[in-house]
């Protein structure tokens, strides 16, 4: 099992609570379709779209359907709970696409995000420079590989990287989502701008909790257990936010 997987994993047990048998359920941004066969196992009825086909060789959990990106290719009025996990920072025009799971919900339905939180951000942005430390010593041990066995041709990519791009890149970590800036996330992905969010495009707040387990957008130190990033994220804080909401009367 992958550390994404686990992670994954350990973030939907923290909702799964809220997902009952004979539900009907949405998914926006499903990718492989892991989290919507976590959801189809308590007994809920899980449709899950996503814009772009997975990878090629990424492993596929459960079907999901590709949609347009606009409008959600369902009736008014129609899923008991809409769910996302670490997607709505991904999406340009949010103010539409909550327009439109507030369409697709019933009335007395709910919508669950689990979204990034500031300090995932910060922390991605620290582990930046671990990540391009490990990349920086990878070409290395690559380009003596390379130069000691002639039998094998020399990587390419060891040839370019002298471009302002690439400098910037080494010394600024780029946003996650669709934002200016890494710095500008820190007040993005903060529950007092999400919470902002939800209010001014028709939701209120049920519950909202810190997912309590720890991690980094570079998934640096892989290894570390479940358990250990539960412990790690009592102290550096959670990556992730659970966010449950109602339409507004």
Known sequence: MSNLVKVRTEEFNYVKKFFLPGMSVLEIGGGSGYQASLIASTGASVVSIDVAKPLPGVEIYFPVQIYGGATLPFPDNYFDVVFSSNVLEHIQDLRATLSEVRRVMKSDGMAIHILPTSARRAWTSLSHYV???????????????????????????????????????????GPHGEYPSAISELWYFSR???????????????????????????????????GRRQALARVLGSATRVFVLRKAA
């Open 192 to 226: 007092r701008r999400w919470l902002k969010v939800f209010q001014e495009n028709g939701f209120d707040l049920i519950w909202d909790q810190p997912s309590g387990i720890f991690y980094t957008g570079y998934g640096v130190f892989p290894a570390i257990s479940i």
């Open 131 to 173: 990540h391009i430390a490990r990349r920086l010593i990878g070409l290395v041990c690559r380009r003596y590989y390379v130069i000691n066995t002639p039998a094998v041709p020399r990587d390419p990519g060891c040839a370019h990287h002298g471009t302002w791009a690439a400098i910037k890149r080494v010394f600024w970590d």
